[in-house]
């Protein structure tokens, strides 16, 4: 970063859009001049666009021709460090920096003059007449102290029409005035009361309280089983930046299930926090990012995007159940957003918190090299132990075919039935069957547009395709045959297990819980609040139930098909599984009573199953560690993916085998290309998609060298390229 700070009107000024452009653009800086990392609204053929002043312009333009800046917008301008962490991001992800400046400015109308709105408080003197309304009015009023109300909240609270108020508002008895609808978010005190905490939750908040104060960057791994109180601890954290006057960040994977979580911050610090996610109203979004950009947002909550607002001092990122596949986005800029907090904080010398039962091999092997700090916590808070934990040998069971509950955990749920408490029924599945087959021709039903099946989903009565979400109504006759009523369900997905379930245990009562089964997620959240009462006596669910809700009165949980997760060839299949495993056990016996955990299994002998059994943590990360570094895979060495796509199959090849010929810059730096070959899935909404993979050692310049191989191509037609650093999935 160099030149100036402050612009003068007339300057040249580089601007960068959000449009897809590859370079910045330069304008003359405005009248009253500007500053580096004002947010700007530039000429763009015939329209205005978003822009920020990233520096001096290039000047290589006619000056005479160059368009001025139309105005700067009323918001804070980027910070440095914002800017430079926008950067580095791109540099990593081998984004374009638009793509960046998109991600960093998704909130509606920042352009706009703040909004107003009208609100109303005590005026001065006494009504003309006394009425009993106007009498109502006043006292309210006088009841808050001053305090301000909207039109609608002062007549409700009131009770009386809005046309009372307004006639006082003309003889001055109440007072309207204009108020910034945008308005800050309300403080958090940290010297609200924490809980008692452990020992050991003890020694974990003095070594977070000693890092945040010395305001430098560093994370920590923060390790402990479910129920160890890591959300406890890490609110202390919170409570210190806050303390520190720095802002706090929150990152939680599944954000529709946020709701326990917002509950105790309120409980520790008397108030809501600002809450970012997409299911967030235009408004709500405008709001949060002007007040964290004006420090006016203590703390956020939010997913992966939260990131990328534009914090005025950002002292702590918390990213819980770090390990959840679900900070990699996959879709536009492929970031995941744990490592990118982890650049973020660098840049801003803020501290990062990695909190996990069950942290990732990359997070372990940090911690294992000393790059990151560990925490541990040890125990589970309360007298509640980790559950007790048992494989059901498939082989030895005697089940009638298209049943998946064997008859010992049947024993096993009848048994808490009787006690009166709660089973968990786990199947990782969405829909009803994940094969629909003709049992007249042999074939199963396909997507039309993908290389995928067609998953049945019998409570929405359709065929779903899992990649590209096309639906269609279950078919009478076969597709390919034409003969009728000869479809069959194959294998179980968690609508049919409810099914099973049903029958088995026709006097209980069955709640299942599987995303695409309510509408919204506060009928979700609904939902799951009702079970932790205890409003069930069967839980059956997929993955979103293995994700931090507490149900105290659960003790049991059965996993129907352990294996499921060690099929297929992704490098971390091992690794996904014993996470996944030790995760959903873990919902069992939070509360005083103590939990089991069965899995059926086929292959109880397998090293995964084994390891989860005997619950030896750091046997089966070193032998997972020894594995990929043998394998030179990460964490120990370095991969990129390359997805092509195109309509048409013989062009995406053809453009494949052109990189793979012209491979020079990666074979300079000691990389390997494999493929092109067709993906696993081979085609997705009726493009074909061929993968090409790259591996390099640990300290390659993999990013430098894939830029350089790409710079060249110029892509014909519908074809697309894009690289996936540090690939998550390989589908
Ligand atoms: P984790 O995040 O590790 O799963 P939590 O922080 O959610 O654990 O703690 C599990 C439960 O135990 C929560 O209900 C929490 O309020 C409670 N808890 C944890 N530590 C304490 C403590 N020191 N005093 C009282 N309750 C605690
Ligand atoms: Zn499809």
């Given at each position: 970063m160099h030149g100036p700070d402050f612009f003068e009107h007339g300057d040249l000024v580089g601007v960068l859009t959000?449009?897809?452009?590859?370079r910045m653009l330069d304008y003359k800086a405005p009248e009253g001049g500007c500053f580096r990392g004002a947010f700007v609204e530039v000429p763009l053929g015939p329209r205005k666009v978003l822009g920020v002043v990233w520096g001096p312009g290039q000047g290589d333009y006619d000056y005479s021709k160059v368009r001025g800046v139309i105005r700067v917008l009323d918001v804070a301008p980027m910070r440095d460090e914002m800017r430079m962490f926008l950067r580095r991001a791109a540099d990593y992800t081998l984004t374009p920096m638009s793509a960046m400046l998109r991600l960093a400015t998704r909130?509606?109308?920042?352009?706009?003059?703040q909004s107003m709105r009208k609100i109303y408080r005590l005026g001065t003197g006494e009504p003309e007449r006394k009425t009993d309304a106007r009498t109502r009015v006043l006292s309210v009023l006088r009841d808050y102290g001053g305090l301000a109300f909207t039109l609608k909240e002062l007549a409700e609270a009131a009770d009386v029409t809005s046309s009372v108020v307004k006639g006082l508002v003309k003889q001055g008895v109440v007072r309207e005035e204009d108020s910034p609808r945008d308005l800050p978010f309300p403080k958090l005190d940290p010297e609200l009361p924490s809980k008692v905490l452990t020992e050991d939750q003890e020694r974990a908040t003095t070594t977070m309280r000693a890092a945040l104060q010395s305001g430098k960057y560093g994370t920590a791994l923060l390790k402990g089983v479910t129920g160890s109180g890591k959300t406890e601890v890490y609110l202390e954290a919170v409570a210190e930046a806050l303390r520190l006057g720095r802002q706090a960040l929150v990152l939680l994977p599944e954000i529709a299930l946020t709701a326990e979580f917002l509950n105790r911050v309120e409980v520790r610090f008397g108030a809501r926090p600002a809450e970012w996610h997409s299911g967030a109203t235009m408004t709500e979004r405008r709001r949060i990012w002007r007040m964290v950009g004006q420090g006016e947002a203590p703390l956020v909550v939010g997913a992966r995007s939260a990131l990328f607002l534009p914090f005025r001092d950002l002292g702590l990122i918390i990213v819980d159940e770090e390990h959840d596949t679900s900070y990699k986005q996959e879709d536009g800029v492929l970031y995941n957003a744990r490592d990118m907090a982890v650049l973020r904080a660098a840049m801003c010398s803020a501290r990062v918190i990695l909190a996990s039962a069950t942290p990732s091999l990359e997070s372990w092997a940090n911690a294992d090299a000393g790059k990151y700090d560990r925490i541990e916590l040890k125990s589970r808070f309360g007298v509640s132990v980790l559950p007790e934990m048992k494989a059901i040998d498939m082989r030895a069971e005697q089940m009638p075919s298209g049943t998946w509950i064997s008859p010992s955990l049947r024993r096993a749920v009848e048994e808490r039935r009787a006690k009166g408490e709660q089973s968990l029924l786990f199947i990782n599945r969405r829909g009803y069957a994940p094969i629909t087959l003709c049992r007249a021709c042999g074939q199963q039903i396909a997507c039309d547009h993908c290389d995928a099946r067609m998953v049945e989903h019998r409570f929405l009565k359709r065929l779903m395709c899992h990649q590209c979400g096309e639906t269609k109504p279950m078919p009478e006759?076969?597709?390919?045959?034409?003969?009728?009523?000869?479809l069959a369900a194959v294998g179980p997905g968690i609508e049919r297990l409810a099914e099973e379930a049903e029958a088995a245990f026709p006097d209980a009562t069955i709640v299942t819980l599987s995303?695409?089964?309510?509408?919204?997620a506060r009928a979700l959240k609904a939902k799951i609040e009702e079970i932790a009462e205890g409003d069930a006596d069967i839980v059956i669910g997929t993955q979103l139930v293995a994700k931090g809700h507490n149900f105290p009165n659960l003790t049991l949980v059965g996993v129907i098909d352990a294996d499921l997760g060690l099929q297929g060839s992704d490098l971390r299949a091992a690794e996904r599984t014993f996470q996944l495993m030790r995760q959903v056990a873990g919902r069992a016996g939070r509360a005083e009573k103590p939990g089991q955990a069965l899995l059926q299994t086929f292959?109880?002998?397998?090293p995964v199953i084994r390891a989860i059994l005997s619950g030896d943590e750091d046997g089966f990360w070193e032998a997972e560690a020894r594995e990929r570094r043998g394998a030179g895979v990460p964490p120990y060495g370095r991969m990129a993916g390359i997805i092509l796509s195109g309509p048409d199959v013989a062009a995406v090849f053809d453009l494949g085998n052109v990189l793979a010929r012209n491979d020079g810059p990666l074979r300079a730096i000691g990389a390997q290309v494999y493929g092109p070959a067709p993906a696993p899935i081979a085609r997705v909404r009726g493009r074909h998609r061929v993968r090409m993979l790259i591996k390099a050692e640990k300290g390659a310049p993999l990013q430098e060298a894939i830029s350089r191989w790409i710079a060249p191509l110029r892509l014909k037609g519908d074809l697309r390229l894009s690289v996936d650093i540090d690939p998550q999935s390989f589908y």
């Open positions: 959000a449009q897809p452009l590859d909130a509606p109308g920042l352009g706009d003059p006759e076969c597709p390919s045959c034409g003969v009728e009523g000869k995303s695409d089964m309510f509408g919204s292959q109880p002998e397998h």
